[in-house]
């Protein structure tokens, strides 16, 4: 995927407007670090929203820290597990581009895993319009760390962006425009530890596999079963080596 363009993002990203509750039990949450850093400079109880918030991995820690979270998210499906988990945040349809929040009603907007898929001149207009002057926009990405051979095979089964590439300006156009400073930039390292058939299921929720053929999609999956089986035959679980990548803007006064 490398040089994939922008509408190819967003193609693939109309196909997590299904399969909500595969995702949310198998995709990792954010590390602690990653939301401290980004919220350092937001007040408790203040207003925040959620962009692409999906079933609600990030918006969960939002809420951790006592904040007034709406979540955002294209999805009516994604959105009905957030609900589940997390009843206490209000939710919204809408996308980057048209969240349908007031203007300048919100004192940080967050897209964890969700900016990629994003026209970013619309995506930075419309952050323009609902974030209060001053305030911020924090955008966060999960990475496997690919420096591990094993991660790399993986990766290169699930037909993803690696590494550093998948969190570069080139893909995911990391400027908002004269209305904002920044990116400052912060990064944690950490592990997550998963049963070793969920690390097998974790490719169906991957953009390229939903995407594709139910051909391609077994192909997929014996590949992945053929590699786990490979390098850890007698493991029941598994330690998934992560970086999260965090951006951090301002919005003018």
């Known amino acids: 995927m490398s040089g994939t363009s922008g509408?190819?993002?967003?193609?693939?990203?109309?196909a997590f407007g299904r399969g909500s509750d595969r995702y949310d039990r198998l995709r990792p949450s954010y590390p602690?670090?990653?939301?401290?850093?980004?919220?350092?400079?937001?007040r408790r109880g203040a207003p925040v929203a959620d962009v692409g918030a999906g079933t609600g991995k990030?918006?969960?820690?939002?809420?951790?820290r006592g904040l007034d979270v709406i979540a955002v998210d294209p999805s009516p499906d994604m959105l009905d597990q957030l609900r589940k988990r997390l009843p206490q945040a209000r939710t919204q349809v809408g996308s980057g581009e048209a969240t349908g929040l007031v203007d300048a009603s919100v004192e940080f907007a967050s897209f964890a895993q969700s900016w990629h898929w994003v026209d970013p001149t619309a995506g930075a207009a419309e952050l323009g319009r609902v974030v209060a002057s001053g305030r911020a926009v924090g955008m966060l990405w999960n990475v496997l760390d690919n420096r591990v051979d094993w991660v790399a095979e993986l990766v290169a089964i699930w037909h993803t962006l690696s590494g550093a590439e998948s969190v570069d300006a080139t893909h995911h156009h990391l400027d908002l425009g004269p209305g904002f400073s920044g990116p400052e930039s912060f990064s944690v390292h950490w592990t997550d530890v998963m049963p070793i058939a969920d690390l097998a299921d974790l490719v169906t929720t991957r953009s390229y596999y939903l995407s594709v053929s139910a051909a391609e999609k077994e192909v997929i999956r014996h590949r992945v079963a053929d590699l786990l089986a490979d390098r850890f035959p007698e493991a029941r679980s598994v330690s998934v080596p992560y970086q999260t990548h965090c951006?951090?803007?301002r919005r003018a006064s």
């Open 58 to 64: 990030f918006t969960a820690a939002l809420l951790e």
């Open 247 to 249: 951006y951090r803007f």
């Open 7 to 14: 509408e190819e993002f967003r193609r693939l990203g109309a």
């Open 32 to 42: 602690a670090d990653a939301a401290d850093w980004l919220l350092e400079d937001t």
